[in-house]
């Protein structure tokens, strides 16, 4: 993995080889691997994602023309526009970038013309939130420029604004966990968030000899496709159907007496998916490796029978995992294709991982990437 300070070095020496510009702060927003808890953000419900030493870093310097120029190493074409110009028509991967400059600039931040370069080892669209990543870092490397601290409110508005250029530019209506751990991680923890209260607590993560393993199927999703939409409004239906705010409220006996068969197991998945979240910060916190082996299994047949968002490749990590000496696994993210997370000894994460390449090579799937997730801290800025 590169480390920080190689990718904050290769996004300035690029700002200056791209555009000529010396930059003047380095944003930085990690990626996440949600522990437990998907799909409920938008349901009023709770998630428990930890963010990854994987991030994004975004050099930046201000220009006083307003115009607007990034780049990023991970796509071929620049971006370039002027900051009154910025819209939700925007387009291709500067919707995430350009779309959280106009966001932040609708919620009325100082967000002026600048030179901005892009680098991540975040791989992008594996389920682990390269979106949220390069929104926030954008949005940090940007209110850096302004000079801006990151107080609560100004961490809030950085939020906020990653949410609505996601749903609103890049047309995914995601629930706001990803931009929530981006910005508010702290290292060494899970968060712990509360989409009906709004509130959100670190819950340090005492692992010992415990690590956390991210497995990418390299089975590339696509959140601005169907699947997620469809998801998403199946839940709304539901909570309707119950005459509910939202399925947060609802109990399993209320599900239960849904008339659609799609719809009802929809709204169990969520139901019961929140109800494993506490119990999983617990098992957590007293290292009750059995508790975690069951609360991922039974998350994960939940997300595989009832929400459907499994893919066979996820499945078959998960079951690989969990044979050759994982506590538990699951699929994580939005699904339909994306990573699994392990829970596991650390010196099993090399049988688990040989195991799970060997799985894939016999089942001709392509060869997976794996992590170590760490847990690391939210997103800030540092002058260049
Ligand atoms: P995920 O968030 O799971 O990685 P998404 O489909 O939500 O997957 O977001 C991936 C998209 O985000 C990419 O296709 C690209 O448009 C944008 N993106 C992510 N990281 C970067 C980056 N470093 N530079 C430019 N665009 C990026
Ligand atoms: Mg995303």
Redesign the pocket.
């Known amino acids: 993995m590169l480390e920080p300070t190689d990718l904050t070095a290769r996004a300035t020496e690029a700002l200056l080889t791209t555009f000529g510009t010396e930059a003047t702060v380095v944003g930085r927003a990690p990626?996440r691997v949600n522990l437990i808890g998907e799909h409920t953000d938008y349901n009023a419900g709770l998630v428990l994602p930890v963010a990854l030493p994987h991030a994004?870093y975004a050099a930046a310097a201000p220009r006083t023309d307003g115009v607007i120029r990034i780049a990023?190493?991970?796509?071929p074409e620049p971006f370039t526009g002027h900051v009154d110009e910025l819209g939700p028509e925007i387009e291709?991967?500067p919707?995430?970038?350009a779309g959280v400059l106009w966001t932040l600039r609708e919620a009325g931040l100082e967000v002026d013309g600048l030179d901005m370069y892009?680098?991540?080892s975040?791989?992008?669209?594996?389920?682990?939130?390269?979106?949220?990543?390069?929104e926030c870092a954008t949005a940090v490397a940007a209110l850096g420029v302004a000079g801006r601290a990151l107080d609560e409110d100004l961490r809030r508005s950085v939020v906020a604004a990653g949410i609505r250029a996601?749903a609103e530019v890049?047309k995914?209506p995601?629930g706001g966990m990803?931009q929530t751990v981006a910005v508010f991680a702290e290292t060494g923890g899970a968060l712990l968030i509360d989409f009906d209260s709004g509130e959100h607590r670190n819950v340090p993560l005492a692992l010992g000899d415990r690590t956390i393993l991210v497995t990418d199927t390299r089975v590339k999703?696509?959140?601005?496709d169907g699947g997620y939409a469809a998801r998403r409004a199946q839940c709304e239906k539901a909570a309707a159907d119950l005459g509910l705010r939202s399925l947060r409220e609802a109990a399993l006996e209320q599900v239960e007496t849904l008339a659609d068969d799609v719809v009802r197991r929809r709204a169990r998945h969520i139901v019961t998916e929140i109800a494993r979240v506490e119990p999983t910060v617990t098992a957590l916190g007293s290292g009750d490796r059995a508790a975690i082996g069951e609360l991922f299994a039974a998350s994960h047949a939940s997300m595989r029978d009832d929400f459907e968002i499994s893919v066979p490749e996820l499945d078959l990590a998960v079951s690989t995992a969990v044979t050759s000496g994982a506590d538990g696994a699951r699929m994580t993210?939005?699904g339909f294709g994306?990573s699994i997370v392990s829970i596991l000894p650390a010196d099993a994460v090399e049988p688990v991982t040989a195991a799970i390449d060997k799985a894939f090579a016999e089942a001709g799937h392509n060869p997976p990437g794996h992590l170590i997730a760490t847990p690391a801290a939210g997103a800030s800025w540092a002058s260049a």
Do not use: F, I, K, R
């Not at 990023?72 to 796509?75: K, P």
């Not at 975040?122 to 390069?134: E, K, Q, R, T």
């Not at 999703?221 to 601005?224: I, M, S, V, Y």
């Open positions: 990626g994004t990023s190493a991970q796509e291709g991967w919707a995430y970038v892009l680098e991540s975040v791989p992008l669209g594996a389920g682990l939130s390269s979106s949220a990543s390069v996601e890049a995914a995601t990803d999703h696509q959140l601005t993210g939005g994306g």
